[in-house]
């Protein structure tokens, strides 16, 4: 082999391996937004039918022990400014503010939650309501961040009427 054929190929060897370097890098960086993407629209929140109501002075007051919210994908993920609304039987019984929070792939952030209604009659009320808890927020993880909506809702048999 003679100098040329050997500059050649070497000259050719690097010409691959920058090739290769550039390929995995634009395949991890579509890999990471893919999975930011899923992150934020992955959002989820559950109540998991813990739900009391009660009522004091003629207001009706449901409260949330616990509400998780988490994401379907695998990217730590921040919440900032949370609003949650409530209903109830398709009727808006109100609407919170909640702190900003981060969770990390695996994980979730759990709020207590209480919403009150001064115009609802809590002597009307049923035994069996179907609640509907829905979340707001602007969602980040990884390149992206967007402002999300994700409810959950459930058949609620309370064991008796609020007042």
Known sequence: MNRENVASFGTKTVRYIIVLVILIVIAGSATYAVMSDTSIHGLTVRFYNNVSRYCTNSTLTFNFNQVVVYSSASLETSL???????SADGVLVGTVSAQDSKFG????????????NATLDPHAQPLKSQIALGITAS???GFYSSTITASDSELVTFSSLPC
Do not use: I, K, R
């Open 105 to 116: 792939p695996g994980q979730s952030v759990s709020y207590s939650l209480t919403f009150s």
């Open 139 to 141: 969602v980040s993880a």
């Open 80 to 86: 900032s400014h949370v609003h949650f609304a409530m």
